[in-house]
C-alpha cells in the first residue's frame, strides 16, 4: 500500500510544479532578462518585451495545463489501489512520461505566439 501512495505523491509533483511554477513566470518573472529562471528561449531573450510576453504566456499555459492534469493523474491511480508494485510502477513511469511531454510541448505554442508577435529581431509586428 505504501507504494501506491508514494507513487501517487510523485505522479502529482508534476503538474502541482506546473501549477506553482506557472504562476511565479506568469505574475513574478524577473524584471531583467535572466538564463537562471523563467522561459530562456533565443526568441524570448531578444528584449524585455519578448522576454515579459513569453512568460506571460507560458506561465499561462503550465497554470492552465497543471490544472487539467491534477485531478486525471489522481483518478488515473485509483483502479490500482491494490495492484502489485510492478503494475503501479508502470502505470507511473506512463504518467509522469505523458506530463512531462505536456510540459514540453509548452514550448511550441510560446514560440509560435511570439513569432506572430514579434518580429525575428525581436520588434513588435503591426496589427492590421
Request: net charge positive; glycine share 8%.
Given at each position: ?9 510523485c505522479d502529482l509533483l508534476v503538474p502541482l ?27 524570448s531573450t531578444k528584449n524585455i518585451d519578448t ?78
Amino acid at each position: 500500500m505504501w507504494f501506491w501512495y508514494f507513487m501517487l505523491i510523485c505522479d502529482l509533483l508534476v503538474p502541482l510544479a506546473m501549477i506553482i511554477g506557472g504562476w511565479v513566470i506568469w505574475k513574478h518573472s524577473s524584471r531583467k532578462i535572466s538564463g537562471h529562471s523563467g522561459y530562456c528561449t533565443p526568441r524570448s531573450t531578444k528584449n524585455i518585451d519578448t522576454w515579459k510576453f513569453a512568460n506571460e504566456y507560458c506561465g499561462q499555459l503550465w497554470w492552465k495545463a497543471g490544472w487539467i492534469m491534477l485531478l486525471p493523474s489522481f483518478v488515473l491511480h485509483l483502479p490500482f489501489y491494490k495492484s502489485s508494485e510492478g503494475v503501479i510502477g508502470t502505470v507511473s513511469l506512463i504518467l509522469c512520461t505523458v506530463q512531462c511531454m505536456v510540459m514540453l510541448l509548452t514550448i511550441l505554442p510560446t514560440e509560435l505566439a511570439l513569432k506572430r508577435t514579434f518580429t525575428d529581431e525581436g520588434l513588435p509586428r503591426e496589427k492590421s
